[in-house]
């Protein structure tokens, strides 16, 4: 049985969620509680030399990194498949997930982290200056979507990739724009989605 050490609250941990869903497979999850440091135990430095979840365990591996778990269980499990054949495509696919992870969900986490403080240490300027980053990543996506239902073409990892970080969007004070016509389409063909719906459940955003 699959094993995925997880915090429900992690968007890394989520995209890892949403591709077990997709391929509708079972698997136990492991709470390891981020509160009280759990991934700093030796046990899980042993699992993730970083100390990080989410971390995946099956047949005798145990896979750390988001994107590795993903391809991992696309290699293991292909269907239905989450990346496209041709390697230029999946090259596509693999730069988009990474811009996923390293900007929007990134820079996300950081204006998470400034709108947790208490009100009057609450930096505006910087509130400013993420939420306008993480618009401006809407509009490469917007660009990038043009004449596309989907980021690299087909339905793949790299539109899972965007996914939790564009649902908490609301509670981070960041509107998508009407202009962004694209964008706005290809986010409600993705809360179409059985898996994404489930995440919504999970997180009680529906
Ligand atoms: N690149 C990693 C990032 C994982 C990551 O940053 N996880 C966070 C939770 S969102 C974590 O475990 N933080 C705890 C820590 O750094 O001690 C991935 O994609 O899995």
């Known amino acids: 049985m699959i094993k995925l050490y997880d915090f429900p ?3 890394y941990c989520q995209k890892v969620r949403l591709v077990l869903a997709e391929k509708e497979l079972s698997f136990d999850k492991v709470f390891v509680d981020l509160m009280k440091n759990e991934q700093k135990s030796p046990d899980m430095l042993r699992l993730n030399p970083y100390g990080k979840v ?3 365990a099956d047949e005798g591996e145990a896979i750390y990194d988001s994107t590795v778990i993903n391809e991992y269980l696309e290699d293991e499990y292909p269907h239905p498949p989450l990346m496209p054949a041709d390697s230029g495509a999946r090259a596509r696919v693999r730069m988009f997930e990474d811009f996923a992870d390293n900007s929007f969900t990134a820079q996300g986490g950081l204006l ?3 709108l947790r403080k208490a009100a009057e240490q609450v930096d505006q300027d910087r509130v400013q200056r ?3 980053d993480l ?3 809407l509009e490469f996506l ?3 979507l043009e004449g596309k239902d ?3 073409g087909e339905f793949s990892l790299a539109d899972l990739a965007f996914i939790p970080r564009m649902l908490q969007l609301p509670k981070l004070g960041v509107e998508i724009p009407d202009r962004l016509r694209n964008v706005l389409s290809w986010t409600d063909r993705l809360l179409e989605r ?3 719906r489930q995440l919504q459940q999970e997180l009680g955003l529906v």
Request: proline share 8%; aromatic share 8%.
């Open 54 to 56: 989410p971390v995946l």
């Open 112 to 114: 998470a982290a400034e």
């Open 130 to 132: 993420y939420r306008t």
């Open 150 to 152: 989907y980021i690299a």
């Open 9 to 11: 609250q992690s968007p």
């Open 135 to 137: 618009i401006r990543v």
């Open 194 to 196: 059985a898996s994404v």
């Open 142 to 144: 917007e660009r990038q």
